[in-house]
């Protein structure tokens, strides 16, 4: 009776905080189709799986898709066939970003791909969507935004969350106290790929119709091997684990998690940074680690990314999520919606736990239902797009605007820094520099760009 009445009074204190948070809005859109005067023309660069179905989500709004681009002949004609056959088709990316009549491109190459067409569709006076994470260095993070500044352009970075209904109230119920005082937020993907992981395939030729010199780019020039391409129409392409083109779990999903994290904390990064990480029992030919925490200290409170890669037993029996542990209720949050469990009103009920039937010691309320709870309603891409169209019209600032991609990708890139070079790093959140850190992990910082590539803003 005690815990019901505790669940009550937290539900009436919670509406009273959040001036009625509505938890039923099923149906709810903030996507807007085209009007028929309202022609804007999409130039996408990078019909891999990803572009092509963000490029679908943009047809959905009414825009003409005027011109595809891709490095890889097969991926190309999947590209051309999404965009019903008429769009003009390039392999240079240049080629997109010379055409008049295009309005605003989207980015979907690799990760260390996204710099450089930004900057430059920037430049040639288009509007950005870039998927995350926006790069592989910081340095090259900070001249995006340069870049986005300079030319005032409008940037929306690949962070949909933002554009998502449930996360929206989830981060307006952390802003508004409803949780308390949080301290320690927790984030992880787990799963199991014991014992080969991605394998180890041998290098080879490229197949027909890869150009692996432009693929490549800026980065070294190596021989092709399957998994630092890794393209595939039913998987996601295994670049991500190499640290030439990308920065691992951390760049791609890690910075999916800590940008809510950002967002709800109202944090703009890490003052520092220490990781722990190595491959302990996964053998195959990526640079990444099968066992990774990372801990970014802030002002306030501290945050974690977990992630294993040998066991997918989950805290909330999910493989991945965010925590945000308040003093008065701890919420959980993922993409198919949130939770919200109070803490007891007696806490000295954790000083006096139980044997649970695995012999750990838990607190007695554990595992009870929670007294909020709110679950997906909506289309987070496609409301996500349409964030980016009206803000082509209005000018402002996008949901994810390439600041706050910027910001929430240089966290996870500076784990993958700490982790490297075995080091804790300190920041200077204000002036994006180190305060401490050794020449090594200075230089990770940047990267060098193979010639002829540069990025100039």
Not at 141 to 153: D, L, T
Request: glycine content about 8%; charged content about 25%.
């Amino acid at each position: 009776m005690t815990d019901e009445l505790n669940r009550r009074d937290f539900i009436k204190r919670a509406a009273l905080t959040t001036g009625g948070v509505s938890l039923s809005m099923a149906g709810f859109s903030t996507g807007n189709v085209l009007g028929a005067n309202d022609r804007i023309r999409l130039g996408v660069i990078g019909t891999g799986k990803q572009g092509v179905d963000d490029m679908k989500n943009f047809m959905k709004h009414g825009v003409e898709v005027a011109a595809v681009c891709d490095v890889f002949e097969t991926n190309l004609a999947i590209g051309l066939d999404a965009a019903g056959g008429k769009a003009k088709t390039f392999k240079d990316f240049r080629q997109v970003l010379d055409d008049k009549e295009i309005d605003v491109v989207l980015i979907a190459t690799p990760d260390h791909w996204h710099p450089l067409p930004m900057v430059e569709a920037c430049k040639a006076g288009k509007d950005v969507y870039v998927e995350k994470p926006v790069c592989v260095a910081v340095e090259e993070g900070q001249k995006m935004v340069a870049a986005a500044r300079a030319h005032k352009r409008i940037v929306q970075v690949g962070l949909w969350q933002r554009s998502n209904l449930h996360f929206q109230k989830a981060v307006e119920l952390v802003q508004s106290g409803v949780l308390g005082k949080v301290s320690f937020v927790r984030t992880w993907n787990y799963n199991n790929m014991f014992p080969d992981g991605y394998g180890s395939p041998a290098d080879s030729e490229p197949p027909a119709g890869l150009d692996w010199d432009l693929w490549l780019g800026p980065a070294p020039k190596v021989p092709y091997n399957f998994n630092r391409f890794g393209a595939g129409t039913s998987r996601w392409s295994t670049f991500r684990y190499f640290y030439d083109y990308a920065n691992g779990w951390p760049g791609d999903w890690g910075v999916h998690l800590m940008d809510i994290v950002h967002w709800a904390m109202q944090a703009e990064g890490p003052t520092a940074i220490s990781t722990i990480g190595t491959k302990h029992l996964i053998q195959d030919n990526t640079d990444i680690p099968d066992t990774l925490v990372i801990t970014w200290e802030y002002p306030n409170f501290v945050a974690t990314y977990e992630n294993r890669q040998c066991n997918n037993n989950s805290m909330f029996k999910h493989d991945y999520g965010i925590e945000f542990h308040g003093t008065d209720a701890t919420m959980f949050l993922d993409r198919a919606g949130f939770e919200v469990f109070p803490e007891p009103a007696d806490k000295s009920i954790y000083r006096e736990h139980h044997k649970s039937s695995s012999g750990h010691d838990v607190p007695d309320d554990y595992g009870k239902a929670p007294a909020m709870k709110m679950e997906l309603v909506d289309d987070g891409l496609l409301n996500h797009v349409g964030n980016l169209l009206e803000c082509m019209r209005s000018r402002k600032h996008p949901h994810s605007d390439i600041e706050f991609g910027h910001r929430s990708s240089s966290a996870c890139i500076l784990g993958n820094i700490a982790l490297r070079t075995k080091e804790r790093l300190q920041w200077d959140v204000a002036n994006q520099t180190l305060l401490k850190g050794s020449p090594a992990a200075q230089k990770l910082l940047g990267r060098e760009y193979r010639a002829p590539w540069k990025l100039e803003v």
